[in-house]
């Protein structure tokens, strides 16, 4: 019986043992089972707020953290709040955005009113210089058609002169006897010489005449308005002189010189006539 009890005492302290045992390892077990758990949330905590640190700083800026009451009728916390001066500033950057595109049309509206009145500037000077320009060339023009109306009127005198002279000595030759006989006939040939010649330098005259005039209508804007007077000109025949067959005497042959030139000079004033007119019209 003694025996009994005392296996029955010893029982109960090995029960007792066990269980002190088994809930020392129950409580380690849920001790090595809480543990990580709660590890992680706080290394996932220190991890957030690292990137959040981090991206704060991207641009050398500096975060602050406030701490806030935050009121509530059922719980009272307080809240961190985490300010990102780097998102602020993007929002005074956008904020800022209509100022300074006013700001900017407020320095190119007076760069574009400036570049446009220099260049009207420019314009209206470039158009007083091509006028002035123009007008001179016009008055050079006029003067030269002046110069070139007297020589042409010259050369023409000059033509009725030859044309005569070379008739005339003719005609002296088949008068005169002897040695003057001879000298008339050379005579003759050098003034048929000097009518060619003169003839060659109206032509040349005429088609620079011709030139200067055409220059001017150009610039006068007046193309078609000296036609008429080419025309003329063109369809102007040179007269002839007469070869003084009807005169018998040297005496006759002179006062017939001297009217035939006369007569041809008044031939050829009509075409003088029509470069006068085309210079009245260029002043």
Request: hydrophobic share 35%; aromatic share 12%.
């Amino acid at each position: 019986m003694l025996k009994m009890n005392m296996r029955t005492e010893h029982l109960k302290k090995y029960l007792k043992y066990r269980k002190i045992s088994a809930f020392s390892n129950w409580g380690a077990y849920y001790i090595s089972l809480s543990l990580p758990v709660i590890m992680k949330q706080i290394l996932t905590m220190a991890f957030l707020l690292f990137c959040s640190l981090t991206f704060a700083q991207v641009n050398g800026n500096k975060i602050s953290v406030t701490k806030t009451k935050q009121v509530d009728t059922i719980y009272n916390t307080d809240r961190v709040e985490i300010v990102n001066k780097s998102f602020d500033k993007l929002v005074a950057n956008l904020t800022k955005k209509d100022s300074e595109t006013n700001s900017m049309w407020a320095t190119l509206i007076p760069l574009l009113i400036g570049s446009g009145l220099t260049l009207l500037t420019t314009f209206f000077i470039e158009q007083w210089k091509t006028g002035k320009e123009k007008e001179v060339k016009k008055q050079q023009l006029v003067s030269r058609g002046r110069a070139k109306t007297y020589l042409l009127t010259q050369v023409l005198k000059d033509l009725a002169m030859y044309k005569v002279h070379k008739q005339y000595y003719l005609r002296a030759s088949q008068l005169e006897q002897n040695s003057e006989k001879e000298d008339s006939f050379k005579k003759h040939y050098e003034k048929g010489q000097e009518q060619r010649i003169t003839e060659a330098k109206f032509d040349d005259n005429i088609a620079e005449y011709f030139e200067l005039v055409t220059e001017y209508s150009i610039l006068t804007k007046k193309v078609d308005y000296f036609q008429k007077h080419f025309q003329d000109i063109f369809n102007f025949e040179h007269p002839k002189s007469s070869n003084f067959a009807n005169i018998d005497s040297l005496s006759e042959l002179v006062d017939g010189l001297n009217n035939e030139e006369k007569r041809l000079n008044d031939k050829y004033k009509k075409l003088t006539a029509i470069l006068e007119q085309i210079q009245i019209a260029m002043n």
